[in-house]
């Protein structure tokens, strides 16, 4: 087996925490972050739902969904 890592191109994305330079590789332990730091940011932000989605749920008294079904 053949490592191919010097010829293969580098592939770099932004942080999505800090939107820096962050290298797309098996040797980056954090991609796609740049940094544990940025990573971490990221787990403290998802853990705390900061990254939850507004629910269109109906109010209690309503049947969600089909009526029809239930």
Same mark, same amino acid.
């Given at each position: 087996? *053949? =490592?191919?890592?010097? *010829? *293969?191109?580098?592939?770099?994305?932004? %942080?999505? *925490? %800090?939107?820096?330079?962050?290298?797309?590789?098996?040797?980056?332990?954090?991609?796609?972050? %740049?940094?544990?730091?940025?990573?971490?940011? =990221?787990?403290?932000?998802?853990?705390?739902?900061?990254?939850?989605?507004?629910?269109?749920?109906?109010? =209690? =008294?309503?049947?969600?969904?089909?009526?029809?079904?239930?």
């Amino acid at each position: 087996m *053949t =490592d191919n890592s010097a *010829t *293969t191109p580098k592939k770099w994305v932004a %942080c999505p *925490t %800090c939107k820096g330079k962050s290298l797309y590789a098996p040797s980056n332990a954090y991609r796609p972050f %740049c940094s544990e730091r940025c990573k971490n940011i =990221d787990f403290g932000a998802w853990a705390s739902a900061s990254f939850s989605l507004p629910a269109d749920a109906p109010p =209690d =008294d309503q049947v969600f969904g089909d009526a029809r079904l239930q």
